[in-house]
């Protein structure tokens, strides 16, 4: 079956440096999307990638779709401690959404 | 704002017992589904629905579970006979178009 996998599994950073996390699918994907949840939460959508090698950008935040639409990337820049939480990419077929294994952002002040 | 809500926010039942969750979905969404959250793991796809069946279900979702939306407002999730590996924290999310989803604050289910 369709497997995600993002690394790290666990980041932690001092309040200003920036922090990225990969997402890595075992299947070609015909979109991706992050979720944000925080601690306590439930899952916050943040963006979807559709096209090959597309990058969005919002705010301090920067998402990536591989050229082989297979990987995806979230890059934060100066993280704030408004930023913890765990980030989850998920591909996303016609009827669901496969989470990937999410990265904890802890966030130092 | 519109949000997805869930009721109860915890609940604790027996193993053997059965249980519903209940959603309900943002007014004008077509598509709803149920995910599940094992303690400290990734979020798990169990069902989507959408015009009154179910759309794709996953290994999950066996005979033991079932979806119904009784009205035009609500959307539940049945457990028949709940064990002890059921316990998670189990959110609904809904969307209108199929790309963003919604999701509910969760329903944290212990099975004792």
Same mark, same amino acid.
């Given at each position: ?8 599994q ?7 440096e920036?922090?990225?996390? /990969?997402?890595?699918?075992?299947t070609t ?17 943040l963006i979807?990638?559709v096209?090959s090698?597309?990058v969005?950008k ?11 639409k297979k ?6 820049t100066?993280?704030?401690?408004t930023?913890?939480g765990t /980030? ?6 016609a009827?669901?959404?496969?989470f990937?294994?999410g ?7 | ?11 604790v039942?027996q ?5 519903i ?6 007014s ?8 599940r959250q094992?303690l400290?793991q990734?979020?798990e ?25 009784p009205?035009?407002?609500?959307f539940? %999730? ?5 064990? %002890?590996e059921?316990?998670a924290?189990?959110f609904c999310?809904?969307?209108d ?5 919604f ?6 289910l212990?099975? %004792?």
């Open positions: 079956g369709q497997q995600v996998m993002q690394i790290p666990y980041q932690h950073v001092q309040e200003g920036d922090f990225t996390t /990969y997402c890595n699918s075992s994907l015909s979109n991706i999307q992050w979720y944000k949840q925080r601690p306590g939460g439930h899952p916050v959508f979807q990638l096209k090698g597309e969005k919002q705010k301090r935040l920067t998402f990536q779709f591989g050229e082989a990987n995806s990337s979230l890059h934060i100066a993280t704030q401690t930023d913890v /980030y989850f990419c998920a591909g996303a077929g009827n669901n959404l496969f990937g294994t990265t904890r952002l802890t966030v130092i002040p | 704002e519109p949000e997805v809500t869930q009721t109860p926010s915890h609940q039942t193993m053997g017992q059965e249980v969750l209940r959603c309900v979905p943002i004008n969404h077509l598509y709803f589904y149920w995910y094992i400290g990734k979020v796809f169990l069902v989507s629905f959408y015009n009154n069946e179910i759309s794709e279900k996953s290994e999950i979702f066996d005979d033991q579970f079932s979806v119904e939306r009205d035009g407002s609500n539940t %999730l049945k457990i028949r006979s709940t064990k %002890l059921d316990s924290m189990y999310a809904s969307s178009a199929g790309v963003e989803q999701f509910g604050p969760g329903t944290r212990t099975v %004792l």
